[in-house]
């Protein structure tokens, strides 16, 4: 008899895979050395504890996302809007830029190297995460010798966030400030998420919302997501300003929406009253994809979106952008780059 115990899903854990992709800056030339590879447990390229990066929080991430087609080749989505989004996050932390080309090449590698670790068609993704991070130096303060390292590994990951999540307004805590660092993706904006994401899940929730530390009235996002909501087949999301950063999924799906489904799109300041009211609500990401937001809770009052299940539209671009990043759809914007055309 076969066995028909359905396969165990992948989650969201890290697992280690084969090689990650490095690259040195040598402050002397200023210059990036050469993309190599070594072995995931090789520690030579590793922070230390003296690093900038440890101490000073001078390290800044990304993430990307391949995926497997049905006729097993590997695709890679939007690399190069990544590459241009990490080097706005090094300019804005006072790093050194790390080349478009190098960015693509690590990225390249890093999946030919792991791609046995590319989990199969539709049962999930290899995650990228390229880090650029500060090497050992004491203070706070451009110190010109200091060495820099991007490391970009990968690792297999399932869904991050189930679908029809609850979210909870958080109120006293807000992840950025205007003036701040929240638009770009520098790992010193993770703390007061996971603190928001932590207080969420006390109050029965999968995860927070912040809203502006100004007025404390505006949605700005969840935890490592974009929020959208649909009210009357319109699209809403809120304008990103410097405390929000622009997902590269929210951008995607924006442009799915206006140029395949012909919707309109605002970007705008939302407030929570525009959430509890809208026909649907999701939350969008490399990681979180799009899922659908079914309830909200602000205070001590849990509120129903819409029907309390995944909206028309939600579903519509979920199946529209996973369709385009698992071969099913076409692929009208050239967003997909094949990683490697010998496995079968
Ligand atoms: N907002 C935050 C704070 C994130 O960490 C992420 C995830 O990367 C996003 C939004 C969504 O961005 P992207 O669609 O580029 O993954």
Redesign the pocket.
């Known amino acids: 008899m076969p066995d028909e115990k359905p396969k165990p899903k992948l989650g969201f854990k890290l697992k280690k895979t084969k090689l990650v992709m490095y690259s040195i800056y040598c402050p002397e030339k200023k210059r990036w050395g050469p993309v190599f590879g070594a072995a995931w447990n090789d520690r030579r390229y590793w922070a230390s504890p003296w690093s900038a990066a440890v101490n000073y929080a001078r390290s800044v991430i990304?993430?990307v996302k391949a995926f497997g087609h049905e006729d097993g080749q590997v695709f890679i989505f939007r690399p190069n809007?990544?590459a241009k989004?990490l080097n706005n996050s090094l300019f804005g932390m006072l790093m050194p830029r790390f080349p478009e080309e190098k960015f693509i090449e690590a990225v390249y590698d890093v999946v030919k190297e792991n791609i046995e670790f590319v989990p199969k068609y539709r049962e999930g993704a290899l995650y990228i995460r390229p880090v650029v991070f500060g090497g050992d130096g004491l203070g706070i303060a451009l110190d010109p010798d200091l060495s820099y390292t991007t490391a970009v590994w990968s690792t297999p990951v399932g869904e991050y966030l189930q679908s029809d999540i609850s979210l909870w307004v958080e109120r006293e805590i807000t992840?950025a400030m205007p003036g701040g660092i929240g638009a770009l993706?520098a790992a010193a904006?993770?703390p007061l998420?996971l603190i928001t994401r932590e207080r969420a899940k006390k109050q029965g929730c999968h995860d927070a919302v912040t809203l502006d530390g100004q007025y404390v009235k505006y949605l700005q996002?969840?935890?490592?997501?974009?929020i959208f909501i649909v009210k009357n087949n319109i699209l809403f999301t809120p304008i990103i300003g410097d405390t929000?950063?622009?997902?590269?999924?929210?951008?995607?799906l924006i442009t799915l929406a206006r140029n395949v489904l012909g919707l309109k799109v605002f970007e705008k300041r939302l407030t929570v009253e525009e959430l509890l009211n809208a026909d649907e609500a999701y939350c969008?990401?490399?990681?979180?994809s799009v899922t659908s937001i079914s309830r909200v809770k602000d205070g001590d009052k849990f509120y129903t979106i819409g029907n309390g299940k995944q909206g028309r539209i939600t579903k519509i671009l979920h199946n529209l952008l996973t369709g385009i990043q698992f071969g099913d759809h076409e692929d009208v914007f050239g967003w997909l780059t094949l990683a490697d055309r010998s496995r079968s």
């Open positions: 990304e993430g809007a990544n989004r992840r993706k904006n993770y998420a996002e969840l935890t490592g997501a974009n929000i950063l622009p997902g590269i999924t929210r951008d995607s969008c990401g490399t990681a979180a």
